[in-house]
């Protein structure tokens, strides 16, 4: 049949297999992680450090090093020199952070568009969940494993200090642990899954599945599984759109949960009545 | 009698010039301290030393054990998908092991808790459609759960229904027969006089006694300076007044 067919084609190479895998890895763990992201307002850190890690990107993959690597010690970079920045007390931390941000992303730019690089900056860029190698899914497998245990481990902090930052202090916890943890998560995540949807695109997948499912969501627990649901769906959408109109796999899977999230937001809440 | 709460010549500030000087007062415990004083006097600058997020500029502030702190419920978020009992269950908390998932009894303690402030009814229902007055009650309730002997109550009266407010002033005299201590800052000159000890702060400490002593007119009106409508009462005696506050929301 025509429709098994083409549901099944995907499935037929390797490189179909290991995208397919890719996105239901990345798209459920960074979907649940978005939930935490939007909670405590870090989605333009989360930008910030998704552009600013792109020099490590590009010096790795000039190197001929582990995207892996590059993108971590990028991370890293960013974050020291965005925090670097905003000591400056004349400026803005936002402000401090456009500029830092715009300088690295031109610096990542410039080293991949000198002559005699070879021609990678695209999918450093836009993603390459074409080229998902066995390394990559183990990665993202590590991610998944691991982000898990410490989302389950810090969940009671992190809803306790989102709900009400002020008070948490006294129930002995330290708000600022809490966001800096969180902050390494993000990182961790921008860090294994810029490589599948790139440098630009990947924050998609970490601010998006949240804004898809928060209005219907009634505990955070809740909206995480929901997230993670959603990032999977749309990442999983994404490559077969690919597949089918033969357009650019990250692109696709960036636009399915943009529209995910678009349709959360349009649709009435189920929230208010869902009480007891 | 130990003192449960008590700061020895200190001044509390954010960096720069101190924003609260002359603190020197002794609670016992099972007290019940009214903390009275304008918008910006100091109240939640105390506060916020006494639960250790502000270090004295000089002197010093002590409390025995962790306190519980009741903040004001607009600095909660209101959009955070969270029931009543998932509020009280964040008392437990205060007893360590946060990576742990609640316990049974940490459940069963938060179900008491909403009980006690009236709310058993409620446990279910999302933290945010709550009314202002049931919201304060349910972040009382998570004090409940703490355990702690001492409770910082920051205006717990401010803006709340009738039947919250009655239910509230009833819990804080079953709170205080059973040994606690309660700091309740509040703008109701009147209702001070229902408090073991008052203490009147404006940028200094103004007075710190009994209510009969303290509220005296002078006192009052240092406090609240033009913010004051006197009702009666000569400059010595007990005074009946109104605070009249310009709120900056």
Not at chain 2, 142 to 147: E, F, G, I, P, Y
Request: aromatic fraction near 4%; charge should be neutral.
């Amino acid at each position: 049949m025509d429709l098994v067919d083409t549901l099944l084609e995907p499935w037929r190479s390797g490189i179909g297999r290991r995208a397919l895998l890719e996105v239901v890895l990345l798209g459920g763990i960074c979907g649940a992680l978005s939930f935490w992201v939007t909670s405590y307002r870090l989605a333009y850190p989360a930008e910030s450090l998704a552009h600013g890690l792109l020099p490590g990107l590009v010096i790795a993959a000039l190197a001929g090093l582990p995207l892996l690597l590059g993108a971590a010690g990028g991370v890293g970079l960013a974050a020291a020199a965005i925090a670097l920045a905003a000591r400056d007390e004349r400026i803005a931390p936002e402000t401090a952070t456009a500029v830092v941000i715009s300088g690295a992303f031109g610096l990542g730019a410039l080293l991949a568009l000198r002559p005699d690089a070879p021609a990678r900056l695209e999918e450093l860029l836009f993603g390459d969940l074409v080229g998902v190698g066995d390394a990559d899914l183990f990665a993202a497998g590590a991610l998944a494993v691991l982000a898990s245990l410490a989302l389950a481990a810090l969940h009671r902090p992190l809803t306790a200090v989102a709900f009400d930052p002020v008070t948490a202090g006294a129930l002995g916890l330290a708000p600022a642990r809490v966001r800096l943890a969180l902050l390494g998560l993000l990182a961790a995540a921008l860090a294994v899954a810029v490589q599948g949807l790139g440098s630009l695109l990947v924050l998609a997948v970490l601010v998006a599945p949240a804004v898809a499912v928060r209005r219907r969501s009634a505990s955070p627990l809740q909206a995480m599984l929901a997230g993670a649901a959603v990032a999977a769906g749309a990442g999983i959408a994404g490559v077969y759109a690919s597949y089918l109109l033969g357009i650019a796999a990250g692109a696709a899977v960036a636009l399915a949960l943009c529209l995910a999230a678009a349709a959360g937001s349009a649709l009435p809440g189920l929230r208010r009545g869902a009480a007891a | 009698m130990s003192a449960a709460v008590s700061a020895a010549r200190a001044s509390l500030g954010y960096g720069g010039e101190p924003v609260l000087t002359g603190l020197d007062f002794a609670a016992g415990t099972g007290t019940t301290v009214c903390v009275l004083g304008p918008n910006g006097g100091g109240k939640t600058t105390l506060f916020r030393a006494l639960v250790g997020e502000l270090r004295p500029l000089t002197g010093t502030v002590a409390v025995a054990g962790r306190p519980a702190y009741v903040a004001q419920t607009d600095r909660t978020r209101l959009d955070f998908p969270v029931t009543a009992l998932d509020v009280a269950l964040m008392g437990s908390l205060a007893g360590g092991r946060w990576w742990r998932p609640a316990r049974g009894c940490d459940r069963q303690a938060a179900g008491r808790a909403l009980e006690r402030v009236g709310l058993a009814d409620a446990a279910g229902v999302a933290f945010g459609e709550l009314s202002g007055g049931q919201r304060q009650r349910v972040l009382i309730a998570r004090a409940l759960v703490q355990k702690a002997g001492v409770l910082l109550l920051d205006e717990p009266l401010g803006g709340v229904d009738p039947d919250s407010a009655q239910r509230i002033s009833t819990l804080f005299a079953e709170l205080r027969s059973e040994g606690r201590t309660l700091l309740v800052s509040t703008h109701d000159v009147e209702s001070a006089h229902a408090f073991d000890l008052v203490l009147c702060l404006n940028r200094r400490q103004i007075a710190f006694a009994q209510p009969g002593e303290a509220l005296t007119r002078s006192v009052i009106e240092e406090t609240y300076g033009s913010e004051l409508v006197v009702l009666s009462g000569g400059s010595d005696e007990p005074v009946r007044a109104i605070a009249v506050q310009h709120h900056e929301h």
